[in-house]
């Protein structure tokens, strides 16, 4: 933590959330701002979740789609599959 403007600021890093299909791919231009990478995979598990809960034909759309979390310098960081968002599969591991 770094202090600025007489309260502290907490290090954020940019994140990108992809989404991949092995053939095409829905590029996140603009990333989100996390503490980590742990923060990252919660927002990205959310994303699943809210596209989980649209009607079952858009979530039959999905499958076979994964979202891809790259870190700053492009590097894919953690991997989750559409279709089974509550097994996520760490590149960390």
Same mark, same amino acid.
């Given at each position: 933590?770094?202090?600025?403007?007489?309260?502290?600021?907490?290090?954020?890093?940019?994140?990108?959330?992809? %989404?991949?299909?092995?053939? &095409? /791919?829905?590029?996140? *231009?603009?990333?989100?701002?996390?503490?980590? =990478?742990?923060?990252?995979?919660?927002?990205?598990?959310?994303?699943?979740?809210? %596209?989980?809960?649209?009607? &079952? /034909?858009?979530?039959? *759309?999905?499958?076979?789609?994964?979202?891809? =979390?790259?870190?700053?310098?492009?590097?894919?960081?953690?991997?989750?599959?559409?279709?089974?968002?509550?097994?996520?599969?760490?590149?960390?591991?």
């Amino acid at each position: 933590m770094a202090l600025q403007g007489g309260h502290f600021d907490l290090m954020l890093s940019r994140f990108h959330v992809h %989404l991949n299909n092995g053939e &095409d /791919v829905i590029r996140d *231009e603009e990333g989100i701002l996390v503490s980590d =990478i742990d923060a990252a995979l919660i927002a990205a598990m959310e994303v699943i979740q809210k %596209l989980r809960a649209q009607d &079952d /034909v858009s979530a039959a *759309e999905w499958q076979g789609w994964r979202l891809e =979390i790259t870190d700053g310098a492009g590097k894919v960081t953690e991997s989750l599959s559409l279709d089974d968002p509550l097994s996520t599969k760490s590149l960390r591991d």
